[in-house]
T-cell receptor
């Protein structure tokens, strides 16, 4: 149980285009989902917290107009990188919370590798 | 703010035990987690410990928590080559909601055959 999927697993796009990444909780309902980005050999950086049916809460320094988050249902959140530039190239990971014996445990998706040319 | 520190590298021989250490600063943490990340993959939850416990064992994994010193460790017994990965320590301190995690930078475990 507690499986989180992401689609696509990797994407290459031209500078200036927009890319949408989907995050789904497959076997549980997640009231809260998180979006992280990870640079090579570094830890995860939280970008935003997303609750179903409400606006996402963005971390300081993350542009909400550039990284659009939509949390349409209890099993789906999407991150759209608008007008992507090479500096947006990164590994984007989502997670979804499920209340369990470990508190509100976060279960992570496999990540999406974005390369902007 | 909250801070989680880990050593960056650990190298062990196959069959030996691995011990990965982590320190944290937030005394309000209720749960502490260990995640494993293999190359090019997301994070896999390995285990967690509630802050009022001092030890938890799960097959080859043993978690020790010293709450007074804010020190957490993960011991992997009989380390295998498949254990080679980056291990992240995380705590859910006083972020916006008890579910927000603060991660360490990760410890890269290399297992020598």
């Amino acid at each position: 149980g507690a499986v989180v999927s992401q689609h696509p697993s990797w994407v290459i796009c031209k500078s200036g285009t927009s890319v949408k990444i989907e995050c789904r909780s497959l076997d549980f309902q997640a009231t809260t989902m998180f979006w992280y980005r990870q640079f090579p050999k570094q830890s995860l950086m939280l970008m935003a917290t997303s609750n179903e049916g409400s606006k996402a809460t963005y971390e300081q320094g993350v542009e909400k107009d550039k990284f659009l988050i939509n949390h349409a249902s209890l099993t789906l959140s999407t991150l759209t990188v608008t007008s992507a530039h090479p500096e947006d190239s990164s590994f984007y990971i989502c997670s979804a919370t499920m209340t369990s014996g470990g508190g509100d445990t976060q279960y992570f998706g496999p990540g999406t590798r974005l390369t902007v040319l | 703010g909250e801070d989680v520190e880990q050593s960056l590298f650990l190298s062990v021989r196959e069959g030996d035990s691995s011990v990965i250490n982590c320190t944290y600063t937030d005394s309000s943490s209720t749960y502490l987690y260990w995640y494993k990340q293999e190359p090019g993959a997301g994070l896999q939850l390995l285990t967690y410990i509630f802050s009022n416990m001092d030890m938890k064992q799960d097959q080859r994994l043993t978690v020790l928590l010293n709450k007074k010193d804010k020190h957490l460790s993960l011991r992997i017994a009989d380390t295998q080559t498949g254990d080679s990965a980056i291990y992240f320590c995380a705590e859910n301190g006083s972020g916006a909601g008890s579910y927000q995690l603060t991660f360490g930078k990760g410890t890269k475990l290399s297992v020598i055959p």
